[in-house]
T-cell receptor
Framework: AQSVTQPDIHITVSEGASLELRCNYSYGATPYLFWYVQSPGQGLQLLLKYFSGDTLVQGIKGFEAEFKRSQSSFNLRKPSVHWSDAAEYFCAVAPAGANNLFFGTGTRLTVIP | ETGVTQTPRHLVMGMTNKKSLKCEQHLGHNAMYWYKQSAKKPLELMFVYSLEERVENNSVPSRFSPECPNSSHLFLHLHTLQPEDSALYLC??????????????FGSGTRLTVV
């Protein structure tokens, strides 16, 4: 079945530490891939997206993500987390020809001082 | 300001009430979407509109009725809701339906509580 999986429901990191949020997808062909962030009480904001080409993509707020075809993964990373990064992060995929995005269940990030 | 505005931000309604959610986008986009966000579940696509025409309806109960009078406005009319309909309802827009590669712009959502 087609799916988007974010295996980590909740992650806690110390401020200044590195971060990696996992995302795996299950679709026939490589879809378009996205990461969104949602702060409390807010809508979703696009962090970055991958369509083709360089498998390491840069986004806003110092985030990057790496597409690995062999693992069907699109993990989000940040070398040094700031307290303001505490939020919910959603991976999303858009299969070719689809009318919409399919979202994972999200990973809630807590940042401790 | 994200370019997509949703009102109201919070709504509490009884199961016999009728209310409407409003979404407005000022981005010149041609596609608009309603999503439902419930705790511990993926975002659920409810409706897709392209140039004011509904192009997708994902088996949503008839107690939810969308309306898109023009490409800038989208409504979700609610009536005889159930407590399980309590959720955050998100509106989004994109340049065109079928081209999600451009990404979506989301509003801040309406937190709906059905009592």
């Amino acid at each position: 079945a087609q799916s988007v999986t974010q295996p980590d429901i909740h992650i806690t990191v110390s401020e200044g530490a590195s971060l990696e949020l996992r995302c795996n997808y299950s679709y026939g062909a490589t879809p378009y891939l996205f990461w969104y962030v949602q702060s409390p009480g807010q809508g979703l904001q696009l962090l970055l997206k991958y369509f083709s080409g360089d498998t390491l993509v840069q986004g806003i707020k110092g985030f990057e993500a790496e597409f690995k075809r062999s693992q069907s993964s699109f993990n989000l990373r940040k070398p040094s987390v700031h307290w303001s990064d505490a939020a919910e992060y959603f991976c999303a995929v858009a299969p070719a020809g689809a009318n919409n995005l399919f979202f994972g269940t999200g990973t809630r990030l807590t940042v401790i001082p | 300001e994200t370019g997509v505005t949703q009102t109201p931000r919070h709504l509490v309604m009884g199961m016999t009430n009728k209310k409407s959610l409003k979404c407005e986008q000022h981005l010149g986009h041609n596609a608009m979407y309603w999503y439902k966000q419930s705790a511990k579940k993926p975002l659920e696509l409810m409706f897709v509109y392209s140039l004011e025409e509904r192009v997708e309806n994902n088996s949503v109960p008839s107690r939810f009725s969308p309306e898109c009078p023009n490409s800038s406005h989208l409504f979700l009319h609610l009536h005889t809701l159930q407590p399980e309909d309590s959720a955050l309802y998100l509106c989004a827009s994109s340049q065109a339906a079928g081209t999600p590669n451009y990404g979506y712009t989301f509003g801040s959502g309406t937190r709906l509580t059905v009592v």
